[in-house]
């Protein structure tokens, strides 16, 4: 009925180094908002909450990104995936005369106040990740739009599950208020309710702590003991429903998501299950630095805007829209990863992240 896996991503080994640092050293740079770029000028990157495999890849590839640039990036975060930790950086940050600010959102608005004086400073704003409401920020770095992620949930699970089977699935992810993840959700379960027999029994959270994670898989398993499938698009929620499945002893459930290699190594090759997804963590981390560097440097950039960044290839600004958002503004717009890969016990050990 539907497969469009093969088509949807594009499965390419990428090179990965370790965070060794909390910033590039590119320079004491500051002062100002508005700094250009390779001058050392100061960037906040700031994740969700540190400690997450994928966050820290994704501080990595600021940093080597702000040493070769030539600005002082700084990857500052909070072990707490809160709002008011993230609003209390921002503004700490940006008084200390940082020129530019890219932050994974746990809320779509609860940012939105400290991003808006900051921007009025001259501040660079971005959004990596987990984006805030598009009036916000200036430019959202994303992994992929909600319709390409939606549906590689869903090509995933169909490779194990028929589109035409009875059967029950169920969602785990972070929080119901975060932006990234209930878009992907949203879309993936429009495309079950439309095109599949599938039955949406619930959806879980686990606010971003493996251990939580674990507990509440096991707690959604045994309560719907016919459960077919678990849909994970998170970090710790993947990891911790796999190791749910593997405490219970359950081999008949299917189980796809998102995380990093490094975290699902061990369930791959033992069989808990058999493929899940991310995008390169770092090179998005990367990307989102040379992005904030070309606006440091004077670069205008807008809608349908073509552009080209080593490593990346050409790139173009979309519209908001492509988000489902319906706010549209001179500079201002969503920058798309180009590629999303499926690991397998085929190729990741190729990744090292």
């Known amino acids: 009925m539907r497969n469009r896996l093969k088509a949807a ?10 965070l060794t640092g909390c910033s590039s050293n590119g320079g004491s740079g500051g002062g100002e908002g508005g700094e250009g770029g390779g001058s050392g000028a100061q960037i906040a990157f700031i994740p969700k909450l540190t400690g997450v495999g994928f966050f820290e890849a994704g501080g990595a590839g600021a940093v080597e990104a702000g040493e070769e640039l030539g600005l002082d990036v700084q990857y500052l975060g909070s072990p707490e995936a809160s709002a008011a930790k993230q609003v209390e950086l921002i503004n700490t940050y940006v008084g200390q005369g940082f020129d530019a600010v890219i932050v994974s959102s746990t809320t779509p608005d ?14 660079v704003t971005l959004t990596w990740d987990s984006d805030v409401n598009p009036e916000c920020r200036q430019f959202y770095i994303s992994q992929g739009t909600p319709d390409q992620l939606g549906e590689l949930l869903v090509d995933m699970t169909l490779e194990d599950i028929a589109a035409d089977e009875a059967a029950k ?18 879309v993936a379960k429009s495309i079950i309710a439309d095109e599949t027999e599938w039955d949406v029994v619930d959806t879980i959270f686990s606010e971003n702590q493996t251990e939580q994670a674990v507990q509440q898989a096991e707690a959604l398993i045994n309560a ?3 459960l077919k499938a678990i849909i994970a698009p998170d970090a710790n929620a993947l990891p911790g429903t796999a190791q749910a499945l593997e405490n219970l002893g359950r081999t008949d459930i299917t189980l796809v998501g998102f995380s990093t290699p490094n975290a699902m ?5 033992n069989g808990t299950l058999k493929r899940f997804a991310l995008w390169d963590a770092q090179a998005q981390g990367a990307l989102s630095v040379h992005v904030a560097s070309m ?17 990346f290839g050409e790139l173009e600004v979309q519209p908001n829209s492509v988000q489902g958002y319906d706010y549209e503004a001179d500079g201002n717009g969503i920058i798309v990863m ?10 990741i050990d190729d990744f090292d992240f």
Request: a negative charge.
């Open 9 to 18: 991503i594009a499965v390419a080994a990428v090179g990965v180094v370790a």
């Open 110 to 123: 609860g940012l939105c106040q400290s991003l808006d004086k900051a921007r009025e400073q001259g501040v």
């Open 169 to 186: 699935v169920a969602f785990h992810y972070s929080s119901p208020t975060v932006t990234d993840q209930n878009q992907w959700a949203e």
């Open 224 to 226: 719907n003991p016919d």
């Open 265 to 269: 190594k061990e369930y791959i090759h």
């Open 295 to 311: 606006l440091l440097d004077g670069t205008e950039l807008n809608v349908g805007d073509k552009f080209e960044v080593e490593g």
């Open 338 to 347: 180009p590629e999303r890969t499926v690991f397998t016990a085929e190729n």
